[in-house]
Each structure stands twice: as C-alpha cells, then as structure tokens.
C-alpha cells in the first residue's frame, strides 16, 4: 500500500484526484506548477479506483495505475501517490475521502486540485456544499469552461496555471494506433506501458 509521507512544511497538501490511465506530462506539469506557484508544500496523487460501469479494456487494473504514478513521480519529495480509495466503500466520493484523509493525518491542510470542467456538474457531487464549508479547492483552467458562478465562491481559487489539453483518452487512443508518445509520457511510465502492453487492444 502507497503512503503518503509527513507533511514537510506548513503550507498545505494539494489533492490530485484522478484515474491516472495512465499519468502523464500534462499531469505532472500541473503538480509541479501548484507546488512552485500555488503555495502547496507537496501533491498526493488520489488514485480512483476500478469503476465497475467503464470498460476494464479501457480502465487498466488499480494497481497498474498506481503503479505508473509511483514510477512517475519516483525520487521526487515533493509527490506522492496514494491508493486510500481501494480501501474504501465503492463507489469513492471526494468528501469521504476528505473526511478520511483529515482523520488520518491531523497535521495536514488539505485542498482539492481540479480543472474548470468539474464546475457544470460540481452541485451533483456528494455533499458538495459540505466539501466547500470544510476544503478549499485550487481549481486550474481547462478548455471548454472559462467562467461559473462557483468561481466566486470564497473556498474556490482559480490559478492562472499554463492551459494543458493532454488527455489519457488521446494518449491511450495514439498507443492503439502505433503513434509514438515519446515526450507525452514520463520515460518510466512510458516503458512499463511498452512492457506490458498495455492499451494496445
């Protein structure tokens, strides 16, 4: 089981929540700007777990995934990868997951990472205005989506982070059709993908 470690300064600890099918450039670049820029002292990496109603030919194992983040982010103090939703009542829902995480590690802060794209559909999420009393979110540009009310909310930051359109959907949909992803993926990533063979079928 992946740990994250202690927090290593007084700043907060961003929350990367995501599939992670695989990680790639475009993730990374986001981490480290939240880190350099944001005022975050460190990013966990939430690995989601198996979604039973997706496709396990398109959604690779949990452990696969969380596998391909620890040898993403492999040496850097600043990253770490956790798997705590594997453990918890499926389906996983953010605020539990809060919940969970600041019952564990009372020293921390914690804040949510996400693109503009969760905000049209932000108030169906469970116990949204719970999640809004209780965490700030750090919410970074992403296409499609450039103004919601929920960006004046006060728990809401909107950080002016480099726009990254890498999708895991294009990179996987390249791998099938023998494009190379060279510098889309982190070389370790890259070379587990090639060993298995993964997203090939």
Aim: hydrophobic share 35%.
């Amino acid at each position: 089981m992946s740990k994250p470690g202690k927090q290593i300064s007084s700043r907060p600890t961003g929350l990367f929540f995501g599939s992670f099918n695989p990680i790639h450039n475009g993730h990374l670049c986001l981490a480290e700007y939240m880190v350099e820029y944001g005022g975050l002292s460190e990013i966990w990496f939430i690995v989601s777990p198996q979604n039973p109603l997706k496709d396990k030919t398109t959604l690779l194992p949990d452990h696969y995934r969380l596998d391909m983040v620890d040898a993403a982010i492999k040496g850097d103090k600043r990253f770490q990868a956790s798997d705590i939703e594997f453990y918890m009542p499926k389906p996983s829902y953010t605020i539990d997951t809060l919940t969970r995480l600041s019952e564990q590690f009372r020293g921390h802060e914690f804040v949510m990472i996400a693109g503009t794209d969760v905000l049209p559909t932000f108030h169906k999420w469970k116990n949204y205005e719970e999640l809004l009393r209780q965490y700030r979110l750090m919410i970074y540009p992403r296409h499609g989506v450039d103004d919601h009310p929920l960006l004046s909310h006060p728990s809401i930051t909107l950080v002016n982070a480099p726009r990254i359109e890498i999708s895991a959907s294009f990179i996987r949909e390249s791998i099938r059709e023998g494009k190379s992803m060279k510098y889309f993926l982190p070389e370790k990533v890259r070379e587990i993908i090639d060993k298995k063979g993964f997203y090939l079928d």
